[in-house]
Nanobody, 125 residues
Framework: QVQLVESGGGLVQAGGSLRLSCAVS????????MGWFRQAPGKEREFVTAIDWRSGSTNYADSVKGRFTISRDDAKNTVNLEMNSLKPEETAVYYC??????????????????WGQGTQVTVSS
């Protein structure tokens, strides 16, 4: 079992920044790929980014490349998402998740076994 708890969501103006954190606990999570997804009302859950915990390799959705950065903190057992230049259309609930798939394949929600409860990010125009 892997437990995931997100934090750091909130309200930010367009163009602003926000940092999300996902506290990870449970066995074998260091062999997992950790991902961030988001889901806006009425829309499907969308892949944002992922990181291979062991190697540090990362993968980003094209829409966030150059603006978002995913990282892991081995000492704190957290996965962090730094979001810059946020846009109103990025308002959504952001979820942290864990997958056993290869990072290049871990872009679909169905390939993740564990999920956090989500944290709301609202970007005002």
């Amino acid at each position: 079992q892997v437990q995931l708890v997100e934090s750091g969501g909130g309200l930010v103006q367009a163009g602003g920044s926000l940092r999300l954190s996902c506290a990870v606990s449970g066995r074998s999570f260091t062999s997992a790929v950790m991902g961030w997804f988001r889901q806006a009302p009425g829309k499907e859950r969308e892949f944002v980014t992922a990181i291979d915990w062991r190697s540090g390799s990362t993968n980003y959705a094209d829409s966030v490349k150059g603006r978002f950065t995913i990282s892991r903190d081995d000492a704190k057992n957290t996965v962090n998402l730094e979001m810059n230049s946020l846009k109103p259309e990025e308002t959504a609930v952001y979820y942290c998740a864990a997958s056993a798939y290869n990072i290049r394949l871990a872009t679909r929600p169905t390939r993740y076994d564990y999920w956090g409860q989500g944290t709301q990010v609202t970007v005002s125009s």
